[in-house]
């Protein structure tokens, strides 16, 4: 069966300081994988999406990025955090267009 | 551009009632649809999903939803509420015909219920 792993499960981390996510999938092959971030009071917001290694796409501008190093490895990056990062941060994966997305169970990022 | 309206932002409902959630969509092509629940600091778990066929879909933990295209509506509801889907539901709308899904999530609706 398939499985989703996120970690660190909370972090808190300085204004400034640098940030790495990661989140891996298992029991699948070339799943299309994504980053959400889902501030307090709002909805989920996608941050990055691939359908491949090394293919990235971002949604939003901002100071983040993704990269996909391996098959089923999804970082998110950040080289200096804002205030504004503060979030609770979601990966997911599916595969093909017409399945559901699975979602793991998140990272608390709260920046001071 | 694709929207996902939740217009309510809390429900209380009491156990034993029955509960919908509302959720309308703006999209420019035929959709396909979920709903999604999250309980506390947890990732989301999908309850339903619609693409074609009945307009009515039926869910786990009790669950179904009715796609009304003439409404741009996908209405969440279940017959008798339990303490445990205490959650916060989120409705989301994807287009049907890509390689990869790019879901357009609503705001959110948090479900509470009372004894």
């Known amino acids: 069966s398939q499985t989703i792993h996120q970690w660190p499960a909370t972090l808190v981390q300085p204004v400034g300081s640098p940030l790495s996510l990661e989140c891996t999938v298992e029991g699948t092959s070339n799943p299309n994988l994504y980053w959400y971030r889902q501030a307090a009071g709002r909805g989920l917001q996608l941050l990055f999406y691939?359908?491949?290694?090394?293919?990235i796409s971002s949604e939003v501008p901002q100071n983040l990025s993704a990269s996909r190093p391996q098959d089923r490895q999804f970082i998110l990056s950040s080289k200096k955090l804002l205030l504004s990062d503060s979030g609770f941060y979601l990966c997911a994966w599916s595969v093909g267009g017409r399945d559901e997305q699975y979602f793991g169970p998140g990272t608390r990022l709260t920046v001071t | 551009a694709q929207s996902v309206t939740q217009p309510d932002i809390h429900i209380t409902v009491s156990e034993g009632a029955s509960l919908e959630l509302r959720c309308n969509y703006s999209y420019g092509a035929t959709p396909y649809l979920f709903w999604y629940v999250q309980s506390p600091g947890q990732g989301l778990q999908l309850l339903l999903k619609y693409f074609s066929g009945d307009t009515l879909v039926q869910g786990i933990k009790g669950f179904e939803a009715e796609f009304k295209r003439s409404q741009s509506s996908f209405n969440l509801r279940k017959p008798s509420v339990h303490w445990s889907d205490a959650a916060e539901y989120f409705c989301?709308?994807?287009?049907?015909?890509?390689?990869?899904?790019?879901?357009?999530f609503g705001t959110g609706t948090r479900l509470l219920v009372s004894p």
């Open positions: 989301a709308v994807g287009p049907l015909n890509t390689g990869f899904q790019k879901l357009v």
């Open positions: 691939s359908v491949g290694i090394g293919q």
